[in-house]
């Protein structure tokens, strides 16, 4: 496999998203809905509710977090506790949700897609290897996506020093939990989902069919990553390990294996296969 074709087939495909305004504007919109409107709007309006009956609810959430957890939790009062716990341990799999939301859009109309518009014969016929063609495919899927939760967690890490810091003591975050997920955890099951993703979309006849079959995919990952995502912020060193290499052995087995659904039949539509 030449890394100049993969990364040739990642990048035509990567403009042509970033020169379509209804693709990247949704994906700001989107980004920007989980890691900033609504940790900014919940962070401050938890702090500022004591003694209410949301607070009390709040107060039996944060109840059921293990006591190594509670432990840790920092603040003087219950809202600036209810805000730490919040920021560090309730909305972590924000960072799982998002980027597997964008890329799987990507990734479901990254082959059937090729067909619709025509350009599957130029692919088909071109001297790229079907190993080039899926490992580009899936790269340019996972790049719009990784990149939103890079920039969001950034944004996110300012808001919740700014918002919830001056009550702790000054800036805390990120933790190591919060480090590990994002750059060790959450890259392997936007690879997964994709690898399942691309399969779907080299084999499906039309791009409205390959995103509805994505959503079997990626509810599940989601489902997994989420779970992942929760306990690994509880216990973040040994837990991430764990899981990260789990989830890289199943990545790179998927990505290995992938370009086997991929057919050049398939790229010019006159394959037997649904």
Do not use: C
């Not at 060790?184 to 995103?211: D, E, G, N, T, Y």
């Amino acid at each position: 496999m030449r890394v100049p074709m993969v990364r040739a087939v990642a990048s035509t495909h990567l403009k042509g998203l970033f020169k379509t305004r209804d693709y990247w504007v949704p994906l700001i919109i989107l980004a920007g809905i989980f890691f900033i409107v609504v940790p900014l709007i919940l962070l401050n309006v938890v702090q500022r509710v004591d003694r209410t009956p949301l607070m009390n609810q709040v107060a039996d959430i944060i109840g059921t977090l293990p006591a190594a957890i509670q432990d840790n939790i920092q603040g003087e009062t219950g809202g600036t506790r209810a805000a730490y716990a919040f920021a560090v341990y309730l909305l972590a799999p924000i960072a799982i949700v998002v980027p597997l939301t964008i890329s799987s859009a990507v990734g479901a109309n990254a082959i059937v897609g090729e067909r619709e518009k025509g350009t599957g014969e130029f692919l088909a016929h071109s001297p790229l290897s079907l190993q080039e063609i899926y490992v580009g495919k899936l790269f340019a899927a996972f790049i719009p996506g990784y990149m939103a939760t890079l920039v969001g967690f950034a944004i996110y890490a300012l808001i919740v020093n700014v918002v919830v810091g001056p009550n702790v003591g000054g800036w805390f975050f990120p933790t190591t939990g919060w480090w590990l997920l994002i750059f060790w955890v959450v890259p392997p099951f936007i690879l997964i989902a994709l690898s399942l993703i691309l399969r779907l979309s080299a084999r499906v006849r039309s791009a409205a069919s390959a995103h509805q079959a994505s959503t079997l995919v990626t509810l599940p990952v989601i489902i997994m990553s989420y779970a992942a995502a929760s306990g690994l912020i509880y216990s973040p060193t040994i837990s991430a390990l764990f899981i990260g290499i789990v989830a890289w052995a199943l990545a790179i087995f998927l990505l290995l294996t992938g370009s086997r659904s991929l057919k050049r039949e398939r790229l010019l539509g006159v394959a037997s296969e649904a």
